[in-house]
């Protein structure tokens, strides 16, 4: 008797594991699918792919100066920028949540890195960064403050370089940093492209966004690059910008701005 009631436990056991291999099969094959996770594939690849990388850029505006100064926000790995940047005097700012040993100079958020920077506690209040890379918090709010905190301290003829500015899709886009079962499958642009937005419409600064490595941010205080954005877009929605994408974000091609650079760089930039 106990046997029997043992084999019919066993069974329903077995049932429930098929219903669930099954089920779960079912949910892969409609994510493989899905339009969305396809774009996302597709999307993902093509910024995976792209030749032109965030360090070429880096260097190449670094190359204009006779001894620059470089400051990176938001390091992770240095062996996939930082350390590759050609620069002597050059500094990391990183509070060390996503890479565990953290190699930086300044072990702190961007914000208290600025504020000592400021009263003078760290570098000394003089110190100016001919180059600045912003690749730290990817949040709007923070991006914003980042970039604000940067003209600040940039040498009169410097660049700030800002990663992460051409979201392919809304997805890329989200708030969300670690949903991973969403269509960008891990990719994280968050809505750096607002802060960029926002400034794109400045008329104190320039500013263009190279398409290449999900879109290089570029601003600068001397030297003109694409015309401001008459986009109206009050609320940042993802959708406007992206059906106005090349005015919105200033998108150029790197050998378009490579041009615009060399005839529009300030001559005293040495
Ligand atoms: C996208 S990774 C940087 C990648 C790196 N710049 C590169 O090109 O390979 C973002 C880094 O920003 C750091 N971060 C997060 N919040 C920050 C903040 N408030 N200030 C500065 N860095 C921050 C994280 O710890 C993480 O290491």
Request: charged residues 25%; contains cysteine; hydrophobic residues 35%.
């Amino acid at each position: 008797m106990n046997k029997k009631i043992l084999n019919i436990a066993k069974l329903i056991r077995l049932a429930f594991i098929k219903r669930n291999a099954l089920s779960t099969y079912r949910f892969g094959e409609k994510v493989l699918k899905d339009k969305y996770f396809i774009n996302g594939d597709i999307k993902n690849k093509a910024q995976k792919e792209s030749v032109v990388k965030r360090t070429d850029v880096i260097n190449y505006l670094l190359n204009f100066f006779d001894t620059p100064t470089y400051l990176e926000i938001g390091v992770r790995n240095p062996d996939h920028n930082y350390n590759k940047v050609t620069c002597k005097q050059k500094y990391g700012v990183d509070p060390g949540l996503e890479f565990g040993s953290n190699p930086v100079k300044f072990k702190m958020t961007s914000d208290v890195f600025f504020e000592k920077l400021s009263s003078g506690d760290i570098l000394g209040k003089e110190v100016k960064f001919d180059v600045i890379f912003i690749d730290g918090l990817h949040l709007a709010d923070q991006v914003e403050r980042d970039i604000s905190n940067s003209l600040k301290h940039l040498s009169e003829n410097g660049f700030i370089v800002l990663h992460d500015c051409n979201p392919p899709t809304e997805f890329h886009a989200s708030e969300t940093y670690d949903y991973m079962l969403s269509p960008s499958q891990g990719a994280w642009n968050g809505t750096t492209w607002k802060a960029f937005a926002k400034y794109r419409k400045d008329l104190n600064v320039h500013s263009c966004c190279i398409d290449t490595d999900w879109g290089i941010g570029i601003i600068s205080k001397t030297t003109k690059l694409v015309n401001v954005s008459k986009v109206v877009n009050p609320y940042f929605e993802y959708f406007i910008m992206s059906e106005n994408r090349k005015e919105t974000l200033g998108l150029v091609d790197f050998e378009t701005f490579c041009k615009m650079i060399n005839e529009n760089i300030h001559k005293d930039i040495k």
